[in-house]
């Protein structure tokens, strides 16, 4: 939580290092170990008219888990952002309807305090990708014996891909051996 009270923002804006010290980020019910911590910056300006634009960057390094070996990963993630946060009672018209069309991301305050944390989190979430991998060319885990492939291979006839046949693939297996 990096709470900002709206009446505190100087006019000359505030200048805030990123210092999250949280171990973990809940993903999808999981709680994803970070292996270095948030860092980074963010300007947050006040207009007149009471919207607020927030602008920086930031790192953070998560502990990820591959979808093919299964092994877990460090997955960098460095995003610079640009967010305006409108007030709740802000006159929807033309004006904010031209500023969604930009890049950029039309968002809401409440009352007189903001959750800057919420402008970093929500671009981490954004940037994890859906099937994590560790490399691009990641090899899995044989289906049969559950090897990692990418130390090398294994002894097992896995030509037949369809998991259906696996079954029949390993009495095979056990038929010629015996
Ligand atoms: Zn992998
Ligand atoms: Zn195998």
């Known amino acids: 939580m990096l709470i900002v009270k709206i009446a ?92 969604s069309r930009e890049d950029l991301d039309v968002l809401y305050y409440r009352e007189s305090e903001l959750d800057l944390s919420l402008v970093y989190l929500e671009k981490t979430y954004l940037s994890l990708p859906m099937k994590p991998l560790c490399k691009e060319d990641c090899k899995g885990i044989c289906p049969i014996c559950g090897k990692n492939l990418n130390y090398g291979e294994c002894d097992c006839n896995r030509r037949v891909v369809d998991p259906r046949w696996e079954k029949l693939a390993q009495l095979k297996e056990k038929l010629l051996k015996g």
């Open 8 to 99: 505190d923002i100087p006019e000359h804006g505030l200048h805030l290092n990123i210092k999250d010290q949280r171990k973990t980020l809940l993903v999808n019910g999981v709680d994803v170990p970070i292996s270095v911590p948030y860092s980074g910056f963010m300007d947050v300006e006040k207009t007149d008219d009471g919207r607020v634009v927030v602008e920086g960057s930031f790192s953070v390094t998560l502990r990820l888990t591959c979808s093919r070996c299964l092994e877990s990963f460090d997955y960098h993630v460095m995003e610079s952002f640009r967010d305006v946060f409108f007030p709740e009672s802000f006159p929807m018209g033309h004006g904010v309807h031209e500023l």
